[in-house]
Each structure stands twice: as structure tokens, then as C-alpha cells.
């Protein structure tokens, strides 16, 4: 959108265009990263010994009793 509105405006569709394009890499990059330390702390949350196991399962109670 940069290129079509800004650079044009500007007078330099080219620059505004190599500019908008690193910008948008380094969002991408910073997204990245966040990610990768996301499920770093993820994989450490599962490796803890300290997380409880889910209960056994019990048997419900039912309305009519089986034959």
C-alpha cells in the first residue's frame, strides 16, 4: 500500500518501495521470534515434572440399573 499511495505522493516509488519492504521483513522476523520463544517456554512448561496428571477417570452414576 505504501508503494501505491506513499510513494507516488512522495515522488520516490522506489525508496518508499525498498523501505515498506525491510519494514514488513522485520515485522516478519520479530513475529518469528516471538514464536520460537513461545514454544521454547512451551517445551519447558511440558518438561516440568511439577504439572499434575489428569485424574482417572470414575464411572457415573446411572439412572437405571444394568441387567
Do not use: K, N, Q
Not at 32 to 50: G, K, M
Amino acid at each position: 500500500m505504501a508503494a501505491f499511495i506513499i510513494g507516488p505522493l512522495a515522488a520516490a516509488i522506489i525508496p518508499v518501495t525498498i523501505v515498506a519492504g525491510t519494514l514488513l521483513i522485520a515485522f516478519d522476523l520479530a513475529t518469528i521470534y516471538t514464536l520460537l520463544l513461545s514454544i521454547r517456554d512451551f517445551e519447558r512448561f511440558i518438561a516440568s515434572p511439577s504439572v499434575p496428571t489428569a485424574p482417572e477417570p470414575t464411572a457415573l452414576p446411572t439412572l437405571w440399573p444394568h441387567s
